[in-house]
């Protein structure tokens, strides 16, 4: 595990923060999700080849994890359900796009926090950079938004203990964490839906032309694929061979102006809490070169459309399986 000594870099990772980026509100649904293409994207991130946020409509992240579980099947990646690629997904036509659970008191035990400020002084302030709400914490654990959840149930449906909701079934296959984990960090991966039975990654790509981690076994084979957002022009992307040296869990983060080109002239350094609204999400995995690492996001529905400081963003539900997969010493490899 990486130590503190390592996180006081991670804070040119902030994801354009100070900018109020990772303090927006979740982009809202504007159509209901289409039954068809939500049990494709489910389908997928249960396989691996995640399409980051579940909203039942398509778009260029579905067509990357369609191209993603193409190469990885042996057939051409076209990134549509064509000929070749509808029995494969049919295979698993009997796992649902939609299911029913039942919110458990813990559900709502938070901590809530309310509304993110934008200041990185007042979120400094707060105990725990946690979920707005339970609506945002639901929405991440089944890999979704919150305004997707309020078209799946209605805006009357109540949240509370004993209530039924219908949500993307990305309920994990296993649950058996290392115990070598931290309890909290166990917690946090099954708050995330994120199976424990990942495969063992040889190498992690970065694609940057097309905006996804490909992880990759020794003979090349692509075993899993995220969308990610990575660098930026004034951040550009660091081509080249580097390799992850450790991961730290629900990290804090120190806030550090001078790495940043957009920072306000009068802000000063803070510490701030872990949780899953902090900049670098729930999880810092850390490469060879400073100030740059793979990490989570405060705001997955921004993944693939907007430019970081450099690093490489997924949501955190892609990051935390990322962890499962990479130990110190793994390649990772960005190319253009």
């Given at each position: 595990m990486a130590r503190a000594k390592t996180l006081m870099?991670?804070?040119?990772?902030?994801?354009f923060a100070t900018a109020g980026l990772a303090v927006q509100p979740p982009v809202a649904a504007p159509t209901a999700p289409d039954d068809q293409i939500m049990h494709q994207q489910v389908l997928l991130d249960r396989l691996g080849f995640t399409p980051g946020v579940i909203d039942g409509r398509p778009g260029a992240s579905l067509r990357l994890a369609l191209s993603g579980f193409q190469e990885a099947r042996g057939v051409?990646?076209?990134g549509e359900v064509d000929a070749a690629t509808a029995p494969l997904l049919d295979a698993y036509a009997t796992t649902p796009a939609v299911i029913e659970v039942a919110l458990q008191p813990q559900d709502f035990a938070g901590p809530f926090v309310g509304p993110l400020p934008k200041d990185p002084a007042q979120q400094a302030k707060l105990p725990a950079m946690g979920y707005a709400n339970v609506l945002e914490a639901l929405a991440e654990r089944f890999h979704t938004m919150p305004a997707v959840l309020i078209r799946l149930n209605g805006e009357d449906t109540p949240l509370?203990?004993?209530?039924?909701?219908?949500?993307?079934?990305?309920?994990?296959?296993q649950a058996a964490y290392p115990d070598t984990l931290r309890p909290e960090w166990r917690a946090t991966l099954a708050q995330l839906s994120v199976s424990s039975d990942q495969p063992r990654a040889a190498r992690v790509v970065v694609v940057k032309s097309r905006g996804v981690l490909r992880v990759e076994d020794d003979a090349g084979k692509l075993l899993a694929q995220f969308p990610a957002t990575m660098g930026s022009a004034h951040d550009p992307l660091p081509i080249g061979t580097w390799k992850i040296q450790g991961t730290s869990y629900l990290p804090e983060y120190h806030y550090n102006p001078k790495?940043?080109?957009d920072a306000k002239g009068t802000d000063k350094k803070q510490l701030l809490q872990p949780g899953?609204?902090?900049?670098v999400g729930v999880v810092w995995m850390d490469l060879n070169k400073a100030h740059y690492g793979i990490h989570g996001t405060p705001t997955p529905e921004t993944i693939g459309?907007?430019?970081?400081?450099?690093?490489?963003?997924?949501?955190?539900?892609?990051a935390a399986r990322l962890s499962l997969m990479v130990k110190p010493g793994t390649p990772a490899i960005f190319k253009r």
């Open positions: 870099v991670a804070g040119a990772c902030l994801a051409a990646p076209t509370k203990p004993g209530a039924r909701i219908k949500v993307p079934n990305v309920v994990p296959a790495l940043f080109w899953p609204n902090a900049p459309r907007t430019a970081s400081h450099g690093c490489v963003r997924l949501t955190n539900w892609d």
